[in-house]
């Protein structure tokens, strides 16, 4: 409803909408104009008969609540080429335990196992326009000297 409403408003920025979206919401109209985010086959479903629809890739590297899994990641891409009317633009995961200096190797565990996904998805012929992984806490453990 707030992506439809911002582009009334004639909003020229690109809205990536972040949050899960009901299916129904998707026969509004087969042409979307907002990406979505895309982190199993019940949410890849209601996309497959748009047009164009702009989707990010959403990967699981240790929350354990949504996202592709590693041992997923290559049935996916196969699934998902299946559907060239989609757009992947990118491909991005959020850190788990990130604010706990302790957990140091299994923060670096997350960003190997999201390095991995991405060799898989560039083996299937997919490349992403953005790469993104991190939180705020993670970001600075991952890049503190």
């Given at each position: 409803?707030?992506?439809?409403?911002?582009?009334?408003?004639?909003?020229?920025?690109?809205?990536?909408?972040?949050?899960?979206?009901?299916?129904?919401?998707?026969?509004?109209?087969?042409?979307?104009?907002?990406?979505?985010?895309?982190?199993?086959?019940?949410?890849?479903?209601?996309?497959?008969?748009?047009?164009?629809?702009?989707?990010?890739?959403?990967?699981?590297?240790?929350?354990?609540?949504l996202?592709?899994?590693l041992?997923?990641?290559?049935?996916?891409?196969?699934?998902?080429?299946?559907?060239?009317c989609?757009?992947?633009?990118?491909?991005?995961?959020?850190?788990?335990?990130?604010?706990?200096?302790?957990?140091?190797?299994?923060?670096?565990?997350?960003?190997?196992?999201?390095?991995?996904?991405?060799?898989i998805?560039?083996?299937?012929?997919?490349?992403?326009?953005?790469?993104?992984?991190?939180?705020?806490?993670?970001?600075?453990?991952?890049?503190?000297?």
């Amino acid at each position: 409803y707030e992506a439809y409403q911002l582009e009334k408003a004639s909003l020229k920025t690109p809205i990536l909408i972040i949050r899960y979206t009901l299916p129904k919401n998707f026969q509004v109209s087969k042409r979307l104009n907002f990406s979505f985010p895309v982190y199993d086959q019940n949410t890849l479903a209601p996309l497959i008969n748009t047009v164009h629809a702009k989707i990010h890739l959403k990967i699981d590297t240790g929350i354990n609540r949504l996202g592709i899994l590693l041992r997923q990641a290559r049935n996916f891409a196969q699934l998902l080429k299946k559907y060239r009317c989609l757009k992947v633009e990118s491909i991005y995961a959020h850190l788990a335990k990130t604010s706990q200096p302790q957990e140091k190797k299994f923060l670096q565990k997350q960003i190997k196992t999201f390095q991995k996904v991405i060799s898989i998805f560039k083996e299937e012929g997919f490349h992403f326009h953005w790469k993104h992984c991190a939180t705020t806490a993670g970001a600075m453990q991952v890049f503190d000297p």
